[in-house]
C-alpha cells in the first residue's frame, strides 16, 4: 500500500499540472505559449539546470558518470530512430528527433524529484542537461539539414550547464542569492511547461494514427526496455538506476515540434506532432508502470 502512495505522490502532481493546462487550452483554443516557450529558453531551463546540478548534493563523479550513461542511452534511442524510420521509410534526418530526444525535463525531472528527492533530481539533470544541450544543437542542425554554429553560441542553456559542471569540478559553493533565485526562474518554468504541455495536447493534431502509433511504440515502450537493458549491462542500483528507467520512459519532447516548425517542411512538422500527441497520450499508461517499477526495485 506505501508503494502505491509513493506512486501517486509522484505521478499526481506531474499529471495535475498538465491537467490544468488541458483545462485551459480546451477553454481558450488561441492560448499562445510563446512566452513559455521564450521564458524557459532563456531563462528558465539555465536556471533549473544550475539549481538542480549545484543544489542537489551530486558529486562531479556521480554527475559525469550518468552523463557517460546518457551519451549511451541516447544514442541507442538514436539507432531505434533511425531503424524504425528506415523501415517506414520516413524522412530520418528530420523525423529522427522526437525518437532520442524525450521529455526528460518538463517531466522527467519533476517525476525524478518527487520520486527520489534532490539526488534524483541532481541525476535526472545529468540526463537533462545532455538532451537539452543537444536540442539547441543536433535538433536544429538535423531539422535544417545544416550545421550552424550561432546556434550553439547564442543557447543560455549550454552555458549554464557548463557553469554548473565547472562548480562541481572544483567543489564551489554557488552563493545563496543565486541558488534562491535559479530555484525560484526554475520551479516556475517546471510549471509553466506542464501546463504548456496541456495546452499544447489540444493544439497539436493526429495526422497519421497508425504511423504515429508505430512511431510512439519506439520512444515509451522500446525506450525503457532499453533504459532497462543499459541499468542490468552495467549493474546499476539504487536512485540513479530507477532515475535513469523513468528518464528512459518520457514521451518525446515538444520543443522538437517547435523546433522542427521552424526549421522543416509542414508535412515534417505534422509527423513530428503526430508523434508528440500519441506518445504522451501513450505515456499515460506506460509512465506509471516505470515509475511503479522504478520505485518497486530501484528505490
Known amino acids: 500500500?506505501?508503494?502505491?502512495?509513493?506512486?501517486?505522490?509522484?505521478?499526481?502532481?506531474?499529471?495535475?499540472?498538465?491537467?490544468?493546462?488541458y483545462f485551459i487550452g480546451k477553454k481558450n483554443p488561441?492560448?499562445?505559449?510563446?512566452?513559455?516557450?521564450?521564458?524557459?529558453?532563456?531563462?528558465?531551463?539555465?536556471?533549473?539546470?544550475?539549481?538542480?546540478?549545484?543544489?542537489?548534493?551530486v558529486t562531479y563523479e556521480t554527475f559525469s558518470e550518468y552523463f557517460i550513461y546518457s551519451i549511451i542511452l541516447l544514442s541507442?534511442?538514436?539507432?531505434?530512430?533511425?531503424?524504425?524510420?528506415?523501415?517506414?521509410?520516413?524522412?530520418?534526418?528530420?523525423e529522427l528527433p522526437p525518437f532520442f530526444l524525450p521529455n526528460t525535463g518538463n517531466i522527467g525531472i519533476p517525476m525524478c524529484l518527487f520520486a527520489y528527492g534532490t539526488l534524483g533530481m541532481g541525476v535526472a539533470?545529468?540526463?537533462?542537461?545532455?538532451v537539452v544541450v543537444l536540442?539547441?544543437?543536433?535538433?536544429?542542425?538535423?531539422s535544417k539539414k545544416?550545421?550552424?554554429?550561432?546556434?550553439?553560441?547564442?543557447?543560455?542553456?549550454?552555458?549554464?550547464?557548463?557553469?554548473?559542471?565547472?562548480?562541481?569540478?572544483?567543489?564551489?559553493?554557488?552563493?545563496?542569492?543565486?541558488?534562491?533565485?535559479?530555484?525560484l526562474l526554475g520551479y516556475t518554468m517546471i510549471v509553466l511547461i506542464l501546463m504548456s504541455l496541456g495546452i499544447s495536447l489540444t493544439q497539436l493534431k493526429v495526422f497519421s494514427l497508425k504511423s504515429s502509433i508505430i512511431s510512439s511504440i519506439g520512444r515509451v515502450v522500446i525506450g525503457p526496455i532499453i533504459g532497462f537493458t543499459l541499468i542490468k549491462?552495467?549493474?546499476?542500483?539504487?536512485?540513479?538506476?530507477?532515475?535513469?528507467?523513468?528518464?528512459?520512459?518520457?514521451?518525446?519532447?515538444?520543443?522538437?515540434?517547435?523546433?522542427?516548425?521552424?526549421?522543416?517542411?509542414?508535412?515534417?512538422?505534422?509527423n513530428i506532432s503526430s508523434m508528440i500527441v500519441v506518445s504522451t497520450l501513450m505515456s499515460l499508461i506506460t509512465v506509471p508502470i516505470t515509475v511503479f517499477i522504478a520505485l518497486k526495485y530501484f528505490a
Open 146 to 183: 545544416k550545421f550552424d554554429l550561432n546556434t550553439i553560441i547564442k543557447s543560455p542553456t549550454i552555458y549554464a550547464v557548463i557553469i554548473s559542471i565547472l562548480f562541481l569540478y572544483f567543489e564551489f559553493k554557488m552563493p545563496v542569492v543565486v541558488l534562491n533565485t535559479v530555484m
Open 76 to 94: 541507442s534511442f538514436a539507432l531505434t530512430g533511425v531503424l524504425f524510420l528506415f523501415f517506414m521509410k520516413k524522412d530520418i534526418s528530420r
Open 233 to 270: 549491462f552495467f549493474n546499476l542500483s539504487g536512485f540513479g538506476a530507477g532515475v535513469i528507467l523513468i528518464q528512459s520512459s518520457m514521451p518525446s519532447a515538444i520543443l522538437t515540434y517547435l523546433i522542427a516548425s521552424m526549421h522543416s517542411p509542414k508535412k515534417i512538422v505534422d
Open 1 to 21: 500500500m506505501e508503494l502505491y502512495l509513493k506512486l501517486l505522490e509522484v505521478l499526481f502532481p506531474v499529471f495535475f499540472i498538465v491537467g490544468i493546462g
Open 30 to 57: 488561441k492560448f499562445d505559449t510563446k512566452f513559455i516557450t521564450n521564458y524557459s529558453s532563456t531563462f528558465g531551463a539555465p536556471a533549473l539546470f544550475i539549481f538542480a546540478i549545484t543544489s542537489s548534493g
Open 135 to 142: 536540442h539547441f544543437t543536433v535538433n536544429i542542425f538535423l
Open 125 to 130: 539533470s545529468a540526463i537533462s542537461s545532455l
